[in-house]
């Protein structure tokens, strides 16, 4: 069984920084298909922010990418966000998951999610 | 990029009886149509994929169907695990996209 697990800050001041990590377990990343990143604002719906493949390829959300990195770590079967000049709108829970398939991915193992405030 | 738009935005519902939730894509996505269902303080749980095929684990009351622009999520038979919020998902076309959700509600 695949399993994700989020790690991060729960609190980043305006204008700095954001980094993320989700440690996979059960499934190497090395191994295939696309890791991503999604938030949810509070109250509100779902949003992709970036994807990345186990050979290093990147996507991201065409009205966040000049404020994202999404990298990976193989040796610690990990990958991470990095989200710069955040701003009260970047709040949310954010979930990171793995996409699935053989042309096109879903979602189907999501992290439990971790709760970002961005606030001074 | 494609903007999926769910209808209705909430469906007032008792157990028991058939939910039917609506998808709709402003440009073709093939079948590359996935739903989710999201509990409150959870994270989302894959329902359906590929339009039509239940993910592992989901049971048969629900069905998927539709292709192109259209996509139907139907619950057969509301059983109360069921009362949540369902989104859309198209990975058909870049970028990738949600719709903005139903809740399903007692």
């Known amino acids: 069984q695949v399993q994700l697990q989020e790690s991060g800050p729960g609190l980043v001041k305006p204008s700095e920084t954001l980094s993320l990590t989700c440690a996979v377990s059960g499934y190497s990343i090395s191994s295939g298909y696309f890791w991503a990143w999604v938030r949810q604002p509070p109250g509100k719906g779902l949003e992709w922010i970036a994807s990345v493949s186990r050979d290093g390829k990147t996507d991201y959300n065409p009205s966040l990418k000049t404020r994202l990195t999404i990298s990976m770590d193989t040796s610690k079967n990990q990958f991470s966000l990095t989200l710069s000049s955040v701003t009260a709108a970047d709040t949310a829970v954010y979930y990171c998951g793995r996409r699935y398939g053989d042309s096109r991915h879903f979602f189907d193992f999501w992290g439990q999610g971790i709760k970002v405030t961005v606030s001074s | 990029e494609i903007v999926l738009t769910q209808s209705p935005g909430t469906l007032s519902l008792s157990p028991g009886e058939r939910a039917t939730l609506s998808c709709r894509a402003s440009?073709?996505?093939?079948?590359?149509l996935a739903w989710y269902q999201q509990k409150p303080g959870q994270a989302p749980r894959l329902v359906i994929y590929g339009a039509s095929s239940r993910a592992t684990g989901i049971p048969d009351r629900f069905s998927g169907s539709g292709s192109g622009t259209d996509f139907t999520l139907t619950i057969s038979s509301l059983e109360p695990e069921d009362f949540a919020v369902y989104y859309c998902h198209q990975y058909g076309v870049a970028p990738i996209a949600f719709g903005g959700g139903t809740k399903v509600e007692i």
């Open positions: 440009q073709t996505v093939s079948s590359y």
